[in-house]
């Protein structure tokens, strides 16, 4: 079945660093990919996606590309704020259409 | 466009007993999903209903139930509540276009609490 691997948090970063979230998946066929954001007691909140191999998605200062080769949906931003602290998760819908998450990587901002 | 909306925000419950959760779709999405949160098992897909019909189901016991109104308002249903289902219980309303990027968009969750 489909999976998805994050990197294993937290992570934690001063303000104005690069920042990256590794993202990995197993599906079949062409799934599309996601980047969820979830602050404090909210629910979760779409941050970018990317639907065939060699999209970029892009918001808000963030990106990530679908690289169909490696696998992977790696989410990156070059200059990080202490309003980016939050949950992020990658996930991914296949065929079936249901999101599976990868497990999440709490990320905190220092000022 | 309102956002979608879950009811209610925060539940206390007793072990055995049942629980129903609401959810209003954004305006003119006709599917909608449910996820559960935990700590331990993250999120993880439990049922999706579009025209009032389950198109989809995750792996979860037969305790677990909803269904979906004309209106494309979902409840989804508790029976025998157990202290594992303590969790966060987050809506996902989507507009389903045929076989393409199907975005979901979140609700803000319910958090139950089996005592």
């Known amino acids: 079945g489909n999976s998805v691997t994050q990197m294993e948090g937290p992570v934690t970063l001063s303000e104005e660093a690069f920042l990256t979230i590794n993202c990995t998946y197993t599906?079949?066929?062409?799934?599309?990919l996601f980047w969820y954001v979830q602050y404090p007691g909210e629910g979760l909140q779409l941050l970018l996606k990317?639907?065939?191999?060699?999209d970029k998605g892009s918001n808000k200062g963030f990106e990530a590309t679908y690289r169909k080769e490696t696998t992977s949906f790696h989410l990156e931003k070059g200059s990080v704020q202490v309003s980016d602290s939050a949950v992020y998760f990658c996930?991914?819908?296949?065929?079936?259409?249901?999101?599976?998450f990868g497990s999440g990587t709490q990320l905190t901002v220092l000022p | 466009k309102a956002g979608v909306t879950q009811t209610p925000r925060y539940l206390i419950k007793t072990r055995g007993q049942q629980v129903t959760l609401s959810c209003s779709p954004i305006?003119?999405?006709?599917?909608v999903s449910w996820y559960q949160q935990t700590p331990g098992q993250g999120l993880q897909f439990l049922f999706e209903?579009?025209?009032?019909?389950?198109?989809n189901k995750g792996n979860f016991p037969g305790r677990f139930s909803g269904r979906q109104f004309s209106n494309s308002r979902s409840e989804m249903n508790v029976s025998t509540l157990e202290l594992g289902d303590s969790a966060l219980y987050l809506c996902?309303?989507?507009?389903?276009?045929?076989?393409?990027?199907?975005?979901?968009?979140f609700g803000p969750g319910t958090r139950l609490t089996v005592t």
């Open positions: 990317a639907t065939k191999a060699d």
């Open positions: 599906a079949t066929g062409y799934p599309s």
């Open positions: 996930a991914l819908t296949g065929s079936a259409r249901q999101l599976t």
């Open positions: 305006s003119g999405h006709r599917s």
């Open positions: 996902a309303s989507s507009e389903r276009q045929g076989a393409g990027t199907y975005e979901q968009y």
């Open positions: 209903y579009f025209s009032e019909t389950q198109r």
